[in-house]
């Protein structure tokens, strides 16, 4: 029998909660001796099979009893005790609306009166489910909160295949797979701020087999986090492997008071019985149509000028890139880093953050003159701002020394010449608030922020917490999110890039703030190729920007191909381009801004890996749901002269077999190779089972195609 809504358990008969969607079970027992346990996650199950499950593992270990293993929660009472024995209390299911159930089931010592509640949210036909955990006990004196998962799932198969994404600036999500073995690989950040700047936050995991993407049992896991996150995956002596997901716990023991509610954050998966492939076109539908801000809106494109000016430019000279930006075609005008500060100007890196006032010598009227112009030529205005951070010289420091990360008796250790601001201290809020409210006072007509993060927490002490320290990482990002719920109350409508020195903050909590985020500096085509695969496992495409730049010796041709997979921009000199060049382009943006139905609300396939062989050729393609339209990409990027791939076609997916499909080359340029198939009706089912020969041998080689059915 299933337990039906809020019922109390009475006796000691074994009970089954189901946590699931259409097509994933996640099911949880009480057992006799009143504990929770994971009797199974995987392919649906039929109810009347769930008797015959095996009892499974502790839903939530908790530290201090039998388990040999890492729990899921480790405290200290204020006696000095430090085990934990959870029982299951009671649970509700509450059917939210047709598509999400959310189940909550409380679990309680008998002992000591401490209560977690476990939270599941399941997405029934985007087959998602978010974890999180609250914790909290009437204990006399605070508890000691040493590990507080978010979730804790478990697995009994033969084998297991971790994928993780790691890098460093400019070489971000490099993919690299591992099998997992007797003992531990943790996947972690202590960076705080800029957290993912070595390994991003979410994993795949292949059942039995490595990875693939259109076949075999396959997890994505993410966790709703802009700091610090762990994800630890331990094997034990039977090959059973148990994953825990949740805040970094280093340096982080919470002292929680009586009644007070630690919440941790959401742990993201979604499972698939098909591979990764459609464990990604889940995500992207479930993350467009509840997790990101903006998440069925369009995007704009732009002309960014950092890698046009640096920090060097003027008031005449910005109007002349807005003049370029119009030309262009582009949306909007984007001004970067460099624009403010006057005691200490933001001429380079080294100083300015903080002091978010107009630089006199570079901008003498203020940012209107250059809104204005921008008005005029059509164009939306957007600016950077990086308002977590300061600069040491900076009126801001001098002012308000105690309001900066940093030891008060030590010397001073920056990143990028910074420090990060104390957002755990309500005042930092309000200020790192009020520059954002203060700029769009004065300039109502700024449409976008780009919300840089350039340096990690360095130096980790805050005056604020006082004796409370190991609560700093934490703190800092509820500080956060509590700043940008006051931006997203009072300018619902302002849209903002998050940006990290490139793409090293993109969690799907931020991503409620943040409809995008840059995915890299490193704007080299061939670079990008991987750095868009590695985000497009887990974000739709059109959270991730991509532009145009002149890093690269590849065609504008190449170089705007790989930028049409993403939110398209351009960071480049328009008058540097030929008439050739900038005739492309505009016809380039204008066919970029049809095709956003297809490349930004459709589903994704990946068809061939940049990874895969001796990383030659890549191809996706993005499809409409009605099967209606798509578009192909596929890039030679390095091949060995005469490989034999080149005789290859690239087998399409996502099609419908019983249509046809005229195929129309885009985004061609003069001299640059065409496909045969240009103009040729196939039927869906010949597409996707025997292909199109779409690569050859040739070296930075790219072709966009769309498809379009025929009546
Ligand atoms: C790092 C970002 O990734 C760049 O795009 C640029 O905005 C610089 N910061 C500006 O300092």
Request: charged share 25%; hydrophobic share 35%; aromatic share 12%.
């Amino acid at each position: 029998m299933l337990l039906s809504s809020g019922l109390m358990l009475r006796g000691a008969d074994p009970q089954w909660i189901r946590v699931g969607t259409d097509s994933t079970d996640l099911i949880l027992r009480v057992a006799e001796n009143g504990r929770l346990y994971q009797s199974y996650l995987g392919a649906r199950l039929p109810e009347r099979d769930y008797a015959h499950l095996p009892q499974g593992a502790e839903a939530y270990v908790p530290h201090g009893m039998e388990d040999y293993f890492e729990p899921a929660i480790r405290v200290l009472h204020n006696d000095g005790d430090p085990s934990l024995l959870l029982k299951y209390r009671e649970h509700q299911v509450r059917q939210v609306d047709d598509n999400v159930t959310e189940t909550t089931v409380v679990l309680a010592d008998e002992v000591y009166p401490v209560t977690v509640t476990l939270h599941y949210m399941a997405f029934q036909r985007e087959n998602v489910l978010k974890c999180s955990s609250e914790i909290t006990h009437t204990e006399k004196r605070p508890v000691v909160l040493y590990q507080y998962a978010s979730s804790m799932l478990h697995f009994s198969r033969d084998h297991y295949w971790l994928t993780e994404f790691s890098g460093e600036w400019a070489t971000e999500v490099n993919r690299a797979e591992q099998p997992l073995y007797f003992g531990k690989k943790v996947l972690d950040t202590k960076l705080g701020t800029r957290a993912g700047i070595f390994c991003s936050p979410f994993f795949l995991l292949g059942l039995d087999r490595p990875v693939q993407e259109n076949q075999g049992d396959a997890l994505i896991g993410t966790i709703g986090w802009t700091g610090n996150f762990r994800f630890t995956f331990e094997v034990d002596q039977f090959n059973n492997l148990r994953l825990s997901a949740g805040i970094n716990p280093y340096g982080s023991e919470y002292t929680l008071r009586s009644g007070e509610v630690f919440r941790t954050p959401e742990f993201i998966f979604c499972y698939s019985t098909h591979g990764v492939g459609e464990a990604s076109r889940n995500l992207h539908r479930w993350a467009r149509r509840y997790q990101v801000k903006d998440g069925e809106k369009e995007r704009m494109t732009l002309l960014n000028n950092w890698e046009a000016t640096g920090f060097g430019f003027n008031e005449e000279q910005l109007i002349g890139l807005l003049d370029e930006a119009q030309k262009l075609g582009v949306d909007m005008f984007l001004l970067d880093d460099g624009w403010f500060a006057n005691k200490y100007p933001r001429n380079s890196d080294t100083q300015g953050l903080g002091d978010w006032q107009e630089n006199r010598e570079k901008l003498p009227h203020g940012l209107q003159p250059v809104i204005d112009a921008a008005t005029k030529r059509g164009l939306k205005f957007g600016l950077w701002i990086e308002p977590e951070m300061v600069s040491h010289q900076s009126e801001l420091y001098e002012k308000h020394p105690d309001w900066v990360i940093r030891f008060p008796n030590r010397e001073e250790y920056y990143y990028r010449h910074q420090m990060v601001l104390d957002l755990s201290n309500p005042k930092v809020q309000d200020y790192v608030f009020g520059v954002v409210d203060d700029l769009k006072s004065r300039y109502p007509q700024i449409a976008y922020f780009k919300w840089d993060c350039n340096s990690p927490i360095t130096n980790i002490y805050s005056t604020y917490l006082k004796e409370q320290q190991s609560h700093l990482y934490i703190d800092y990002m509820r500080g956060l999110y509590r700043m940008l719920d006051r931006i997203q109350a009072k300018y619902p409508d302002l849209p903002m890039m998050l940006c990290s020195g490139g793409g090293a903050r993109c969690d799907y909590e931020a991503l409620r703030y943040f409809p995008e985020f840059w995915a890299s500096d490193n704007t080299e085509p061939l670079e990008r190729i991987f750095i868009q695969w590695g985000f497009s496992y887990l974000f739709p495409s059109k959270c991730v920007a991509a532009h145009v730049t002149s890093w690269g010796r590849q065609s504008l041709k190449f170089k705007t191909d790989v930028a049409f997979m993403g939110r398209l921009g351009y960071d480049i000199r328009v008058s540097g381009m030929s008439e050739q060049e900038l005739a492309f382009s505009q016809e380039a943006i204008r066919t970029y801004k049809r095709l956003m139905p297809v490349i930004l609300e459709g589903d994704l396939y990946r068809l061939v890996s940049p990874y895969d062989g001796n990383r030659d050729h890549a191809a996706m393609m993005y499809t409409e749901p009605d099967r209606a339209h798509a578009v192909v990409f596929a890039f030679d990027m390095t091949p060995r002269w005469g490989e034999y791939l080149s005789l290859r076609s690239v087998r399409l997916q996502g099609l419908d077999p019983a249509r046809n499909y005229r195929i129309t080359e885009l985004n061609r340029m003069e001299g640059a190779s065409t496909v045969g198939c240009d103009g040729q009706v196939y039927s869906g089912d010949y597409l996707m089972k025997v292909g199109l020969p779409l690569f050859s041998t040739g070296t930075y080689v790219s072709h966009v195609l769309e498809l379009t059915v025929e009546p």
